[in-house]
């Protein structure tokens, strides 16, 4: 069993921060790739950011410049901190991780809960 618990969601003003975590848990032997989408209202999911267990990274071109992820593989930790908020930021995030229970399995995508986070004056 593979658990990712997302964390730090909440209303923030615009040009706030915000600080999201997400916490892989369970029966872990390799994490590949974890990430953060985020989902509007009425519109699909998409990709906020990615960043492999070598570190390097890809982000939306709408968060470039103002949104930073990061991960601590000892931990099994991803984090999103988000600056510079604007309202089309308000959406849930949800935590992604490509995460392998064992050497004889191959790897799954895992999602967490979603967090809410809401941009607003």
């Known amino acids: 069993q593979v658990q990712l618990v997302e964390s730090g969601g909440g209303l923030v003003q615009p040009g706030g921060s915000l600080r999201l975590s997400c916490a892989a848990s369970?029966?872990?032997?390799?994490?590949?790739?974890m990430g953060w989408y985020r989902q509007a209202p009425g519109e699909q999911r998409e990709l906020v950011a990615v960043i492999t267990s070598g570190g390097s990274t890809n982000y939306t071109d709408s968060v470039k410049g103002r949104i930073t992820i990061s991960r601590d593989n000892a931990k099994n930790t991803v984090s999103l901190q988000m600056n510079s908020l604007k309202p089309e930021d308000t959406a849930v995030y949800y935590c992604h991780a490509e995460i392998q229970s064992s050497r004889w399995l191959p790897r799954y995508k895992y999602w967490g809960q979603g967090t809410q986070v809401t941009v607003s004056s």
């Open positions: 369970g029966s872990i032997f390799s994490i590949n790739a």
